[in-house]
């Protein structure tokens, strides 16, 4: 059993920054892969981000591609998600979700691939 705690939403302008972290329990964080998701109000929920268990590898949506860094640290057991040049559309809550999950379906994006996820932190862009 995995528990995922997010941190860092919040306002910010356009053109803005923020740093998203997501803490873990449980002694096998470094075995998950890690995810980040977004939804905002009436869609779907959005696959961001995501990167591998050891942190050699990364996958971003093209959305947020050249702007957002995905990263972890499991010797502190955290994912962080480095937000840069946030634009309206980025408004949304974001949650982090782990798995055991292999490259491809890493790279298929789909949340239920995702066995634990955070309840989510909110971050807004303002116009």
């Known amino acids: 059993q995995v528990q995922l705690v997010e941190s860092g939403g919040g306002l910010v302008q356009a053109g803005g920054s923020l740093r998203l972290s997501c803490a873990a329990s449980?002694?096998?964080?470094?075995?998950?892969?890690m995810g980040w998701f977004r939804q905002a109000p009436g869609k779907e929920r959005e696959f961001v981000a995501a990167?591998?268990?050891?942190?050699?590898?990364?996958y971003y949506a093209d959305s947020v591609k050249g702007r957002f860094t995905i990263s972890r640290d499991n010797a502190k057991n955290t994912v962080y998600l480095q937000m840069n040049s946030l634009k309206p559309e980025d408004t949304a809550v974001y949650s982090c979700?782990?798995?055991?999950?292999?490259?491809?379906?890493?790279?298929?994006?789909?949340?239920?691939?995702?066995?634990?996820w955070g309840q989510g932190t909110q971050v807004t862009v303002s116009s």
């Open positions: 979700a782990a798995g055991f999950l292999t490259w491809s379906t890493v790279v298929g994006g789909q949340p239920r691939a995702y066995n634990y």
């Open positions: 990167i591998s268990s050891s942190g050699g590898r990364t």
């Open positions: 449980g002694r096998t964080f470094s075995t998950y892969a």
